[in-house]
Protein backbone atom coordinates (compact mmCIF):
# COMPACT_ATOMS: atom_id res chain seq x y z
CA UNK A 1 0.00 0.00 0.00
CA UNK A 2 1.33 3.62 -0.50
CA UNK A 3 2.84 5.73 2.30
CA UNK A 4 0.59 8.78 3.24
CA UNK A 5 2.33 11.90 4.29
CA UNK A 6 0.65 14.84 5.75
CA UNK A 7 2.06 18.04 5.96
CA UNK A 8 0.89 21.44 6.09
CA UNK A 9 3.32 22.45 3.93
CA UNK A 10 5.87 21.34 0.41
CA UNK A 11 9.07 21.38 2.80
CA UNK A 12 9.46 17.96 3.37
CA UNK A 13 8.60 16.82 -0.13
CA UNK A 14 12.36 16.94 -1.02
CA UNK A 15 13.21 14.74 1.42
CA UNK A 16 10.51 12.08 0.24
CA UNK A 17 11.74 12.05 -3.32
CA UNK A 18 14.13 9.29 -4.26
CA UNK A 19 17.47 11.07 -5.92
CA UNK A 20 18.77 8.00 -7.28
CA UNK A 21 16.10 7.59 -9.95
CA UNK A 22 15.65 10.35 -12.42
CA UNK A 23 12.07 12.25 -11.87
CA UNK A 24 9.50 13.21 -14.04
CA UNK A 25 6.60 15.56 -12.96
CA UNK A 26 3.28 16.15 -14.39
CA UNK A 27 1.91 18.96 -12.88
CA UNK A 28 -1.85 20.92 -13.75
CA UNK A 29 -1.08 23.87 -15.63
CA UNK A 30 -3.03 25.74 -12.91
CA UNK A 31 -0.24 25.17 -10.45
CA UNK A 32 2.06 27.68 -11.95
CA UNK A 33 2.29 29.18 -8.40
CA UNK A 34 4.28 26.32 -6.60
CA UNK A 35 6.79 25.59 -9.74
CA UNK A 36 9.62 26.48 -7.72
CA UNK A 37 9.38 23.95 -5.21
CA UNK A 38 9.62 21.65 -8.65
CA UNK A 39 12.03 23.23 -10.96
CA UNK A 40 14.90 21.04 -10.85
CA UNK A 41 12.93 17.79 -12.03
CA UNK A 42 12.07 17.19 -16.00
CA UNK A 43 8.40 18.60 -15.77
CA UNK A 44 5.07 18.41 -18.05
CA UNK A 45 2.80 21.25 -17.96
CA UNK A 46 -0.67 19.25 -18.19
CA UNK A 47 -4.25 21.21 -19.39
CA UNK A 48 -6.87 19.63 -17.17
CA UNK A 49 -11.10 19.09 -17.98
CA UNK A 50 -12.67 15.84 -18.21
CA UNK A 51 -12.40 16.43 -22.16
CA UNK A 52 -8.56 15.78 -21.96
CA UNK A 53 -8.41 13.20 -20.01
CA UNK A 54 -8.65 10.26 -22.67
CA UNK A 55 -5.77 7.92 -24.17
CA UNK A 56 -4.91 10.81 -26.82
CA UNK A 57 -3.39 12.68 -23.65
CA UNK A 58 -2.10 9.26 -22.44
CA UNK A 59 -0.57 8.75 -25.83
CA UNK A 60 0.73 12.77 -26.18
CA UNK A 61 2.39 12.47 -22.44
CA UNK A 62 3.92 9.13 -23.21
CA UNK A 63 5.75 10.65 -26.16
CA UNK A 64 7.07 13.57 -23.52
CA UNK A 65 7.94 10.68 -21.47
CA UNK A 66 9.76 8.79 -24.21
CA UNK A 67 11.58 11.83 -25.53
CA UNK A 68 12.81 13.02 -22.60
CA UNK A 69 14.23 9.43 -21.96
CA UNK A 70 12.11 8.30 -19.04
CA UNK A 71 13.19 4.34 -18.62
CA UNK A 72 11.60 1.64 -15.91
CA UNK A 73 13.95 2.94 -13.25
CA UNK A 74 12.52 6.16 -13.24
CA UNK A 75 10.10 7.74 -11.08
CA UNK A 76 7.19 9.94 -12.01
CA UNK A 77 5.16 12.53 -9.56
CA UNK A 78 1.37 13.85 -10.77
CA UNK A 79 1.07 17.43 -9.03
CA UNK A 80 -2.69 18.22 -9.57
CA UNK A 81 -6.49 17.68 -9.01
CA UNK A 82 -8.15 13.98 -9.51
CA UNK A 83 -7.95 14.47 -13.12
CA UNK A 84 -3.92 14.57 -13.28
CA UNK A 85 -3.65 12.00 -10.40
CA UNK A 86 -6.03 9.76 -12.09
CA UNK A 87 -3.91 10.26 -15.42
CA UNK A 88 -0.18 9.93 -14.37
CA UNK A 89 -1.74 6.75 -12.56
CA UNK A 90 -2.36 5.33 -15.94
CA UNK A 91 0.50 6.85 -17.73
CA UNK A 92 3.03 5.60 -14.94
CA UNK A 93 1.21 2.07 -14.94
CA UNK A 94 1.00 1.78 -18.81
CA UNK A 95 4.43 3.18 -19.51
CA UNK A 96 7.17 1.02 -20.28
CA UNK A 97 4.59 -1.94 -18.75
CA UNK A 98 5.05 0.32 -15.69
CA UNK A 99 7.03 2.80 -13.92
CA UNK A 100 6.94 3.82 -10.05
CA UNK A 101 4.81 6.94 -9.16
CA UNK A 102 3.73 9.31 -6.44
CA UNK A 103 1.09 11.58 -6.16
CA UNK A 104 0.92 15.63 -4.38
CA UNK A 105 -3.32 15.80 -4.84
CA UNK A 106 -4.21 19.40 -4.82
CA UNK A 107 -7.39 19.50 -4.72
CA UNK A 108 -9.50 18.26 -1.25
CA UNK A 109 -11.45 16.08 -3.64
CA UNK A 110 -7.88 14.54 -4.68
CA UNK A 111 -6.67 14.66 -0.86
CA UNK A 112 -9.14 12.72 0.73
CA UNK A 113 -10.22 10.48 -2.27
CA UNK A 114 -9.08 10.45 -5.68
CA UNK A 115 -5.74 9.95 -5.20
CA UNK A 116 -6.13 7.50 -2.75
CA UNK A 117 -6.90 3.77 -3.40
CA UNK A 118 -4.58 2.93 -6.74
CA UNK A 119 -7.60 3.81 -9.46
CA UNK A 120 -6.19 4.94 -12.45
CA UNK A 121 -7.42 5.87 -16.14
CA UNK A 122 -9.14 8.20 -18.67
CA UNK A 123 -12.63 8.60 -20.01
CA UNK A 124 -13.72 7.10 -23.70
CA UNK A 125 -16.58 9.55 -25.21
CA UNK A 126 -19.19 9.90 -22.93
CA UNK A 127 -18.37 6.99 -20.67
CA UNK A 128 -15.94 7.83 -17.56
CA UNK A 129 -13.17 6.18 -16.40
CA UNK A 130 -13.84 3.51 -18.66
CA UNK A 131 -10.36 2.47 -19.29
CA UNK A 132 -8.09 1.96 -16.39
CA UNK A 133 -5.67 0.14 -13.90
CA UNK A 134 -5.77 -0.68 -10.12
CA UNK A 135 -2.40 -0.09 -9.27
CA UNK A 136 -1.23 1.86 -5.92
CA UNK A 137 1.07 4.86 -5.57
CA UNK A 138 4.24 4.96 -4.06
CA UNK A 139 3.46 7.56 -2.03
CA UNK A 140 0.68 10.32 -1.70
CA UNK A 141 2.32 13.96 0.10
CA UNK A 142 -0.82 15.76 1.29
CA UNK A 143 -0.14 19.08 1.32
CA UNK A 144 -3.61 21.23 2.85
CA UNK A 145 -1.59 24.72 2.29
CA UNK A 146 -1.86 24.15 -1.57
CA UNK A 147 -5.99 24.50 -1.01
CA UNK A 148 -5.29 28.25 -0.06
CA UNK A 149 -5.61 28.73 -4.17
CA UNK A 150 -8.86 27.00 -5.02
CA UNK A 151 -12.00 27.96 -5.98
CA UNK A 152 -14.14 27.36 -3.14
CA UNK A 153 -16.66 26.09 -5.44
CA UNK A 154 -14.25 23.41 -5.99
CA UNK A 155 -13.49 23.38 -2.51
CA UNK A 156 -16.69 22.54 -1.14
CA UNK A 157 -16.67 20.03 -3.69
CA UNK A 158 -14.09 18.14 -1.79
CA UNK A 159 -15.88 18.65 2.09
CA UNK A 160 -19.11 16.70 0.69
CA UNK A 161 -16.41 13.54 0.65
CA UNK A 162 -14.37 14.37 3.60
CA UNK A 163 -18.16 14.48 5.80
CA UNK A 164 -19.39 11.36 3.47
CA UNK A 165 -16.66 9.52 5.01
CA UNK A 166 -17.03 10.64 8.30
CA UNK A 167 -20.44 9.51 7.82
CA UNK A 168 -19.41 6.34 7.51
CA UNK A 169 -16.66 6.32 9.98
CA UNK A 170 -15.97 8.39 12.55
CA UNK A 171 -18.95 10.35 14.44
CA UNK A 172 -16.64 12.24 16.57
CA UNK A 173 -14.71 13.21 13.67
CA UNK A 174 -18.17 14.48 11.76
CA UNK A 175 -19.00 16.93 14.02
CA UNK A 176 -15.57 18.12 14.13
CA UNK A 177 -15.40 18.79 10.67
CA UNK A 178 -19.04 20.27 10.47
CA UNK A 179 -18.03 22.80 13.11
CA UNK A 180 -14.92 23.51 10.97
CA UNK A 181 -16.39 23.79 7.57
CA UNK A 182 -19.12 25.59 8.77
CA UNK A 183 -16.87 28.33 10.12
CA UNK A 184 -14.63 28.31 7.25
CA UNK A 185 -18.21 28.65 5.58
CA UNK A 186 -18.83 31.79 7.16
CA UNK A 187 -15.30 33.06 6.41
CA UNK A 188 -16.09 32.55 2.96
CA UNK A 189 -19.34 34.52 3.20
CA UNK A 190 -17.86 37.64 5.13
CA UNK A 191 -14.32 37.92 3.55
CA UNK A 192 -14.83 36.36 0.13
CA UNK A 193 -12.00 34.02 0.66
CA UNK A 194 -11.13 30.90 2.48
CA UNK A 195 -8.10 31.64 3.64
CA UNK A 196 -8.11 35.54 3.35
CA UNK A 197 -4.68 36.22 4.08
CA UNK A 198 -3.16 32.74 2.65
CA UNK A 199 -3.29 31.19 5.82
CA UNK A 200 -6.41 28.85 6.33
CA UNK A 201 -8.06 29.33 9.69
CA UNK A 202 -6.98 26.74 12.15
CA UNK A 203 -4.24 24.95 9.10
CA UNK A 204 -3.20 22.26 12.09
CA UNK A 205 -7.22 21.19 12.41
CA UNK A 206 -7.63 21.65 8.81
CA UNK A 207 -4.31 18.95 8.28
CA UNK A 208 -5.95 16.83 10.92
CA UNK A 209 -9.14 16.43 9.42
CA UNK A 210 -8.17 15.62 5.54
CA UNK A 211 -5.38 13.06 7.45
CA UNK A 212 -7.79 10.90 9.19
CA UNK A 213 -10.02 11.14 5.74
CA UNK A 214 -7.22 9.74 3.82
CA UNK A 215 -6.69 7.01 6.47
CA UNK A 216 -10.23 6.19 6.51
CA UNK A 217 -10.02 5.72 2.53
CA UNK A 218 -6.58 3.75 2.82
CA UNK A 219 -7.61 1.83 5.27
CA UNK A 220 -10.72 0.29 3.22
CA UNK A 221 -8.57 -0.05 -0.10
CA UNK A 222 -6.08 -1.62 2.38
CA UNK A 223 -8.73 -3.94 3.34
CA UNK A 224 -10.58 -4.46 0.05
CA UNK A 225 -8.57 -3.03 -2.99
CA UNK A 226 -10.31 -4.42 -5.75
CA UNK A 227 -14.20 -3.36 -4.37
CA UNK A 228 -15.51 -6.60 -3.71
CA UNK A 229 -17.55 -5.65 -0.39
CA UNK A 230 -16.62 -2.83 2.22
CA UNK A 231 -15.19 -0.38 -0.22
CA UNK A 232 -18.76 -0.28 -1.95
CA UNK A 233 -19.45 1.53 1.07
CA UNK A 234 -17.58 4.80 -0.42
CA UNK A 235 -20.33 4.79 -3.35
CA UNK A 236 -22.76 6.69 -0.03
CA UNK A 237 -24.88 9.62 -1.79
CA UNK A 238 -23.05 7.91 -5.47
CA UNK A 239 -26.05 6.26 -6.67
CA UNK A 240 -28.59 9.53 -7.35
CA UNK A 241 -25.19 11.68 -7.77
CA UNK A 242 -24.52 9.64 -10.64
CA UNK A 243 -27.87 10.29 -11.77
CA UNK A 244 -28.37 13.99 -10.66
CA UNK A 245 -24.84 14.32 -12.90
CA UNK A 246 -26.34 12.86 -15.92
CA UNK A 247 -29.01 14.81 -16.29
CA UNK A 248 -27.86 18.25 -15.32
CA UNK A 249 -24.39 17.77 -16.95
CA UNK A 250 -20.71 18.15 -15.03
CA UNK A 251 -19.63 21.64 -14.00
CA UNK A 252 -16.67 21.94 -15.61
CA UNK A 253 -13.90 22.80 -13.40
CA UNK A 254 -12.64 25.74 -11.38
CA UNK A 255 -15.06 28.47 -12.96
CA UNK A 256 -17.22 29.75 -9.86
CA UNK A 257 -20.30 30.51 -11.70
CA UNK A 258 -21.03 27.63 -14.88
CA UNK A 259 -24.30 25.64 -15.01
CA UNK A 260 -23.79 21.66 -14.83
CA UNK A 261 -23.46 20.37 -11.17
CA UNK A 262 -20.00 19.77 -9.83
CA UNK A 263 -19.23 16.14 -7.78
CA UNK A 264 -19.29 16.71 -4.77
CA UNK A 265 -22.25 19.02 -4.85
CA UNK A 266 -24.30 16.24 -6.43
CA UNK A 267 -23.00 13.68 -3.45
CA UNK A 268 -24.58 15.78 -1.29
CA UNK A 269 -27.53 16.01 -2.69
CA UNK A 270 -27.27 12.13 -2.87
CA UNK A 271 -26.28 11.64 0.77
CA UNK A 272 -29.70 13.90 1.75
CA UNK A 273 -31.65 11.85 -0.82
CA UNK A 274 -30.13 8.34 0.93
CA UNK A 275 -31.00 9.19 4.27
CA UNK A 276 -34.46 10.44 3.45
CA UNK A 277 -35.04 6.70 1.97
CA UNK A 278 -33.32 5.38 4.91
CA UNK A 279 -35.25 7.00 7.23
CA UNK A 280 -38.46 6.00 4.91
CA UNK A 281 -37.41 2.35 5.47
CA UNK A 282 -37.13 2.79 9.13
CA UNK A 283 -33.41 2.23 9.56
CA UNK A 284 -32.79 6.01 10.37
CA UNK A 285 -34.30 8.03 12.83
CA UNK A 286 -36.22 11.49 11.92
CA UNK A 287 -33.40 13.51 13.64
CA UNK A 288 -30.36 11.79 11.50
CA UNK A 289 -32.06 12.55 8.41
CA UNK A 290 -32.27 16.21 9.45
CA UNK A 291 -29.13 16.77 10.79
CA UNK A 292 -27.61 15.26 7.74
CA UNK A 293 -29.21 17.43 5.68
CA UNK A 294 -28.90 20.95 8.09
CA UNK A 295 -24.64 20.21 8.27
CA UNK A 296 -24.14 19.80 4.57
CA UNK A 297 -26.37 23.21 4.66
CA UNK A 298 -24.58 24.90 6.95
CA UNK A 299 -20.91 24.04 5.21
CA UNK A 300 -22.62 25.44 2.24
CA UNK A 301 -23.18 22.61 -0.18
CA UNK A 302 -26.57 21.91 -1.62
CA UNK A 303 -29.12 19.49 -0.23
CA UNK A 304 -32.05 19.93 -2.86
CA UNK A 305 -32.42 18.30 -6.64
CA UNK A 306 -31.56 21.86 -8.62
CA UNK A 307 -33.41 22.36 -11.58
CA UNK A 308 -31.97 21.24 -14.87
CA UNK A 309 -29.83 23.87 -15.69
CA UNK A 310 -30.08 23.54 -19.57
CA UNK A 311 -33.99 23.81 -19.94
CA UNK A 312 -35.21 25.19 -16.24
CA UNK A 313 -36.75 21.62 -16.34
CA UNK A 314 -37.53 20.36 -12.11
CA UNK A 315 -36.32 16.88 -12.07
CA UNK A 316 -38.28 14.09 -10.24
CA UNK A 317 -37.19 11.50 -8.71
CA UNK A 318 -38.75 9.35 -11.66
CA UNK A 319 -36.32 11.27 -13.69
CA UNK A 320 -33.29 10.23 -11.68
CA UNK A 321 -34.08 6.80 -11.31
CA UNK A 322 -34.51 6.41 -15.30
CA UNK A 323 -30.92 7.73 -15.39
CA UNK A 324 -29.80 5.42 -12.40
CA UNK A 325 -31.15 2.52 -14.67
CA UNK A 326 -28.09 3.12 -17.02
CA UNK A 327 -26.10 2.93 -13.83
CA UNK A 328 -23.39 0.48 -13.65
CA UNK A 329 -24.39 -0.05 -10.03
CA UNK A 330 -27.90 -0.92 -11.77
CA UNK A 331 -27.60 -5.32 -11.51
CA UNK A 332 -30.94 -6.54 -13.36
CA UNK A 333 -34.14 -6.04 -11.45
CA UNK A 334 -32.18 -4.73 -8.96
CA UNK A 335 -29.73 -2.04 -7.79
CA UNK A 336 -27.30 -1.60 -5.11
CA UNK A 337 -27.69 1.15 -2.44
CA UNK A 338 -25.63 2.48 0.21
CA UNK A 339 -27.97 3.03 3.08
CA UNK A 340 -26.80 5.66 6.36
CA UNK A 341 -28.56 4.59 9.32
CA UNK A 342 -26.70 6.77 11.57
CA UNK A 343 -23.23 8.65 11.85
CA UNK A 344 -20.79 5.27 11.82
CA UNK A 345 -23.62 2.82 11.09
CA UNK A 346 -24.01 2.13 6.99
CA UNK A 347 -25.41 -0.77 4.82
CA UNK A 348 -25.03 -1.83 1.96
CA UNK A 349 -27.97 -3.09 0.71
CA UNK A 350 -29.32 -4.75 -3.06
CA UNK A 351 -33.02 -3.46 -3.48
CA UNK A 352 -35.54 -3.80 -6.30
CA UNK A 353 -35.71 -0.77 -8.36
CA UNK A 354 -39.45 -0.84 -8.09
CA UNK A 355 -38.89 -0.53 -4.46
CA UNK A 356 -36.77 2.48 -4.47
CA UNK A 357 -39.01 4.10 -7.05
CA UNK A 358 -41.85 3.37 -4.32
CA UNK A 359 -39.82 4.43 -1.35
CA UNK A 360 -38.13 7.81 -2.99
CA UNK A 361 -41.56 8.89 -5.55
CA UNK A 362 -42.09 11.97 -3.58
CA UNK A 363 -38.36 12.65 -2.02
CA UNK A 364 -37.64 15.85 -4.11
N1 LIG B 1 -9.29 7.58 -8.82
C1 LIG B 1 -10.27 7.73 -7.96
O1 LIG B 1 -10.49 6.91 -7.05
C2 LIG B 1 -11.17 8.93 -8.10
C3 LIG B 1 -12.09 9.24 -7.09
C4 LIG B 1 -12.86 10.39 -7.21
C5 LIG B 1 -12.71 11.20 -8.34
N2 LIG B 1 -11.82 10.85 -9.31
C6 LIG B 1 -11.64 11.70 -10.50
O2 LIG B 1 -11.14 12.96 -10.06
C7 LIG B 1 -11.49 13.93 -11.04
C8 LIG B 1 -11.97 15.17 -10.32
O3 LIG B 1 -10.94 15.63 -9.49
P1 LIG B 1 -10.85 17.13 -8.99
O4 LIG B 1 -12.16 17.54 -8.46
O5 LIG B 1 -9.66 17.20 -8.13
O6 LIG B 1 -10.72 17.94 -10.35
P2 LIG B 1 -9.50 18.58 -11.20
O7 LIG B 1 -8.31 17.72 -11.24
O8 LIG B 1 -10.12 18.98 -12.48
O9 LIG B 1 -9.15 19.90 -10.38
C9 LIG B 1 -10.14 20.88 -10.25
C10 LIG B 1 -9.67 22.24 -10.72
O10 LIG B 1 -8.84 22.82 -9.75
C11 LIG B 1 -7.60 23.23 -10.31
N3 LIG B 1 -6.63 23.07 -9.24
C12 LIG B 1 -6.17 21.92 -8.71
N4 LIG B 1 -5.45 22.16 -7.61
C13 LIG B 1 -5.44 23.49 -7.43
C14 LIG B 1 -4.87 24.35 -6.44
N5 LIG B 1 -4.21 23.89 -5.37
N6 LIG B 1 -5.03 25.68 -6.59
C15 LIG B 1 -5.74 26.18 -7.65
N7 LIG B 1 -6.34 25.43 -8.58
C16 LIG B 1 -6.18 24.09 -8.47
C17 LIG B 1 -7.43 22.36 -11.52
O11 LIG B 1 -6.60 22.97 -12.49
C18 LIG B 1 -8.85 22.23 -12.01
O12 LIG B 1 -9.20 23.37 -12.76
C19 LIG B 1 -12.55 13.32 -11.92
O13 LIG B 1 -11.98 13.08 -13.19
C20 LIG B 1 -12.90 12.02 -11.23
O14 LIG B 1 -13.24 11.00 -12.13
C21 LIG B 1 -11.05 9.75 -9.21
ZN1 LIG C 1 -17.16 10.77 -5.14
Redesign the pocket.
Known amino acids: MSTIYIKENLNELAAIINKNSSIFVII????KPYCNHFSQFNTIWLN?S?NL?TLDTVAELTGKLLEAGTDRSSFIIGI?????T?ITGFVASTYKRGVKFGFVP??L??QV??SI?G??GVNYNSY??IIGTINQPEWIYICPQ??S???PR?FK?GVAEVLKTFILFDKEYYSIAVDYFSKLEQILEDRGSYAPDGEFYRLPLLTEIIGKCAQYKSAVVERDEFERGERRMLNLGHTFAHAIEKICGEAC??GSNQGGIM?GEAVSIGMVLAARVSGRMGMASEEFVNRVEHDLKSVGLPVAVPANPATGEEISIAMLLEALKKDKKVNGEYINFIIPQDLGNVKDIRILIKELEDLACDLC
Open positions: DNNLTEKGGGITDTTLADAGKNKNMLTLNEASAH
